[in-house]
């Protein structure tokens, strides 16, 4: 049994004072950032510098299902609502050709031992799309055995069976994710996703059974209707059932984004004392209950591959979260999905129509991205440290010769300063250690090496791009 020791501080107080708009660094620089410049040349050249990897590196793959039956009030993904089945049979004829694209311009390029299925819903996919689908990835792609590589599919209990969870693991899945978001009946018809309690422990059990290797589960809070009170006996079935790891997102209500969110009455929202409430709460239960606090939003049981990877200082992070793989080249298929190879970033077109359009050109659908330059890289690499570590040591960095870190990053220390005085972390000559009063603020401390935030402004009202740190 791994000793529980304490991994994060929680601080109303701080969290009150600081709390502010900024990127959740699922990439530095942020998808923000992208240009309608970078295209298929780009790409290729990014794929052809993999070379230096060596023939056989291992890559993650992203597969992007966008269908849902019904809509979650709340979502902010790139989703298509319908119970129309044969979109899907469609999207997968076009998802065939992009695999076919890409697979031949990774040539040898080809073992993957991280999959993520995400979505939308990715079990809208019959069971015999799924069959064909994963067949037509095996036959293109080289997959590292299931005691090795890191399988995983986000799947909304309300769409499954346990004869289906069972059925996935057959397919290779071996890590799961499932959305629960909350368990109280008032919250979940505000935000149209009726979910028994009964419904999701039966898929959870059934995952267990299964032998599924991680358990994963999303709650929301700040969603109209909740409060600490209402929210506490969620957070008890939940870690009576005991995932694996446990996602608690702070919802970020920004209805001129995502128009779902217009279908929520801002009038039940709960005030930020209410969410500040609500976060406490979760940290509180949480950690009592042995849950090692990971990052940003994110627990995980000791035992957990997300918990020693920390531990052993090899955690990463990528589109889809904390990951202990996402230091290899992401590929990523399917409308809106973002790939990551090399020193560069690419998305696919976010509409159908355009995804569809490209592939029928014989293209990949690439419709932005960015290449990075020496110091995009560099930072990309401090903000990486910081979130998966707390820690970042200077002798790590490729930092250009002859140059300080304390020379390089000027200014950004500068911008730490008043953090190090609000007792969020400590520096010395070899680098910065985040505190654990700081943890549940790292993405303040990251904003401070962002060159694009830091850059001069604009004239004008600047666009709401972000959520609240906290």
């Excluded at 000793?3 to 501080?9: R, Y």
């Excluded at 870690?239 to 702070?250: L, M």
């Excluded at 992401?330 to 409308?335: K, R």
């Amino acid at each position: 049994m791994i000793p529980l020791i304490p991994s994060v501080e929680f601080d109303a107080a701080l969290v009150r004072k600081l709390n502010q708009m900024g990127p959740r660094y699922t990439s530095y620089p942020t998808a923000d950032r992208f240009s309608g410049d970078f295209g298929t040349e780009q790409y290729r050249t990014a794929v052809t510098r993999l070379d230096g990897l060596g023939e056989r590196a291992p890559f993650s793959l992203y597969v992007h299902i966008p269908f849902c039956e019904s809509l979650c009030y709340y979502c902010g993904c790139n989703k298509i609502i319908t119970q129309d089945k044969t979109k899907s049979a469609e999207y997968l004829s076009y998802l065939s050709r992009e695999m076919r694209l890409q697979a031949a311009l990774l040539g040898e390029r080809r073992k993957v031992d991280q999959l993520h299925f995400g979505g939308g819903t990715p079990t809208y996919l019959s069971d015999a799309q799924m069959d064909g689908l994963l067949g037509q990835l095996r036959a293109y792609f080289d997959f590292a055995p299931d005691e090795e590589g890191e399988f995983s599919i986000e799947v909304d209990p309300r769409t499954v069976t346990p004869q289906r969870i069972a059925r996935l693991r057959r397919q290779g899945f071996n890590r799961i994710s499932l959305g629960i978001q909350d368990f109280d009946p008032a919250v979940q018809k505000a935000v149209n996703r009726i979910q028994s309690y009964a419904q999701t422990m039966e898929v959870l059990k059934a995952a267990r059974t299964s032998g599924f290797r991680s358990i994963s589960v999303d709650l929301i809070y700040g969603l109209p209707l909740q409060s600490a009170e209402s929210f506490g006996p969620t957070l008890d079935k939940v870690v009576a059932a005991r995932p694996d790891r446990i996602a608690v997102y702070n919802y970020a209500h920004m209805p001129q984004l995502f128009k779902a969110q217009r279908l929520i009455k801002a009038d039940e929202l709960p005030d930020p004392e209410a969410k500040l409430a609500m976060l406490g709460l979760c940290i509180e239960r949480l950690t009592a209950a042995g849950y090692v606090y990971i990052g940003m939003d994110h627990f995980a049981l000791p035992e957990d591959d997300l918990a020693r990877s920390q531990r052993e200082g090899k955690l990463q992070r990528n589109f889809q979260g904390y990951s202990t793989h996402a230091d290899a080249p992401m590929v990523a298929l399917g409308v809106s999905a973002i790939s990551a190879v090399g020193n560069s970033y690419s998305q696919n077109e976010k509409v159908l129509s355009a995804y569809y359009e490209r592939l029928d050109a014989g293209q990949l659908p690439i419709a932005r991205g960015i290449t990075l330059n020496d110091d995009d890289v560099l930072r990309r690499t401090v903000i990486g440290r910081l979130m998966c570590d707390f820690d970042l040591a200077y002798k790590d960095l490729a930092l250009p010769p002859g140059v300080a870190p304390e020379d390089y990053f000027a200014e950004d220390l500068a911008r730490l300063a008043p953090l190090e005085e609000e007792g969020l972390l400590s520096r010395d000559g070899g680098g910065i250690k985040v505190k654990m009063r700081g943890r549940l603020m790292i993405r303040n401390i990251c904003m401070a090496f962002d060159n694009y935030l830091n850059a001069p402004k604009q004239e004008g009202p600047q666009p709401a791009r972000y959520s609240r740190t906290i």
